[in-house]
């Protein structure tokens, strides 16, 4: 029996139920299809993801471990103590086989320079040389990575593997400087995030759009899915009236540095929780403009101002999109009628005829070639 989702019945004889405990047996669907093998290649297609491409230079950071820049970065670098804030997916470089992804766990992970956990001395190696804001294709020996013996818990990384990541640097905070947020209470990490995004709104203001950007996302450190899962009533009021505006920020701040994909993947965030954001909608809306997704842009605007009818912005964008779409739409009928539209008896003539000539000149061009290349019975080229 199906619930409406993707599920496959299966009717096993406890027979069947023993082998399978005892990893003897197989598990099969109505169609008689392992269901286990299955299972298996999906996992193995899941881990084997492609490995994102790099053309810029390979810089040397320090012995084994070296990165090319994706996305360059601002202001200076963590040093030693340093408390790094990274985003980054991992790949056993020698399989293309991902082993880890924080972008899966919802949460940026924390790194602290010299400090850092079993296997992550290149990555923060790495980090000591990026600045926030940075996105990086690192290069990681085995010997800075799980080393000889690999690991066998969690992530699963093969002796001496050579490892590739994929990292973000958000943001860090010096030595010193602040507590480790595992020690902080609800109250004093909502207030946290909330001076980081009050700072994030001024340097916004200002124009400085990549330095409010980093404070906003710094702000979100303080907010992971974990916290966010703990919390409720009051505290998950607060927390969210915290997060869902440095999400929109962040929003904001990517429509400005024309990073449309990442504007609207900060929309969805806020619209999984809140699906009548107006703000949201309308931002999400803007971003598939640009993109050039203008039946959804169309959608969104219209979702919005249903939500907010007396609003005037988001009404002239709507009319906007909606006219830019009308005019592409009329430009692309007209190529398509003169693409199709029956050609005149005489240039249809004229035009057969000019092929017709040019397949004469051809033959009597090669003739003579064929001829050569078969004299004597013997092949000459």
């Not at 199709?340 to 051809?362: A, D, H, T, V, Y």
Request: overall charge neutral.
């Amino acid at each position: 029996m199906s619930d409406g989702g993707d599920f496959e019945e299966v009717v096993m004889t406890s027979q069947e139920i023993d082998a399978l405990i005892n990893g003897t047996g197989d598990v099969k669907n109505e169609k008689g299809e392992s269901l286990v093998l299955k299972q298996t290649a999906v996992q193995q297609e899941s881990t084997a993801l492609p490995v994102p491409e790099a053309t810029s230079e390979m810089l040397k950071v320090g012995d084994g471990v070296e990165k090319q820049v994706l996305r360059a970065g601002t202001g200076d670098s963590p040093k030693k103590h340093a408390t790094c804030f990274v985003h980054y997916r991992g790949w056993i470089k020698a399989t293309g086989d991902k082993f880890y992804d924080t972008w899966e766990e919802g949460q940026a992970a924390e790194v602290v320079i010299g400090h850092e956990q079993q296997g992550l001395k290149g990555l923060g190696l790495a980090l000591t040389s990026m600045q926030a804001g940075e996105k990086s294709l690192v290069h990681v020996a085995w010997q800075q990575g799980y080393g000889k013996e690999g690991c066998f818990s969690f992530p699963t990384v093969p002796p001496k593997a050579d490892l590739l990541y994929e990292v973000e640097l958000k943001g860090f905070e010096p030595a010193n400087e602040g507590r480790p947020r595992s020690e902080m209470t609800v109250e004093e990490r909502i207030a946290a995030a909330d001076r980081r995004r009050v700072d994030g709104n001024d340097l916004f203001k200002g124009g400085q759009t990549e330095e409010a950007l980093k404070q906003y996302e710094m702000g979100l450190t303080f907010m992971g899915d974990d916290f966010m899962f703990q919390l409720e009533g009051r505290y998950r009021e607060d927390a969210d009236a915290v997060r869902i505006p440095c999400l929109l920020n962040i929003a904001a701040c990517m429509l400005r540095l024309k990073r449309y994909n990442e504007a609207i993947a900060n929309c969805n965030a806020v619209l999984a929780d809140d699906q009548k954001n107006v703000k949201a909608l309308f931002r999400r809306a803007r971003a598939k403009v640009a993109l050039g997704q203008s039946e959804d842009a169309i959608n969104d605007f219209k979702r919005a101002l249903k939500l907010a009818p007396g609003d005037k912005e988001i009404a002239r964008e709507l009319r906007i999109a909606v006219e830019n779409e009308k005019a592409v739409s009329e430009k692309q009928k007209k190529m398509y009628k003169e693409m199709f539209k029956p050609q005149p008896e005489e240039e249809r003539g004229s035009w057969i005829q000019r092929i017709l000539r040019w397949l004469i000149l051809m033959v009597k061009k090669l003739w003579p070639f064929r001829r050569r290349i078969s004299v004597g019975g013997k092949k000459i080229l």
